[in-house]
């Protein structure tokens, strides 16, 4: 099995966050960054890693973050057999 689809199976799901950020140089300028990562939700500890690398490491300060959460495979998606039929 792959490691994305172990990580689907332990409830990941896949987040998206546009970030906007100042520019260094020119701090009135916007610029946006799109960062996407399998996640769990509602904690998101990779997005929080991640800002927070963002935070201590990098130049540009950061704007606004939107980001948007979706699980691949949902209980939805499963469902139990009541019965088999065998032929021959």
Do not use: C
Request: hydrophobic residues 40%; negative net charge; glycine residues 4%.
């Amino acid at each position: 099995m792959t490691n994305e689809m172990e990580l689907q199976l332990k409830g990941y799901g896949v987040t998206t966050a546009q970030i906007l950020y100042r520019m260094p140089d020119h701090p009135t300028f916007l610029q946006t960054y799109i960062w996407q990562h399998y996640d769990i939700a509602p904690d998101f500890p990779e997005m929080r890693s991640f800002l927070k690398f963002w935070q201590e490491k990098l130049d540009g300060p950061l704007h606004s973050v939107r980001y948007v959460h979706r699980k691949l495979i949902s209980a939805t998606e499963w469902r139990a057999l009541n019965g088999e039929f065998i032929l021959h």
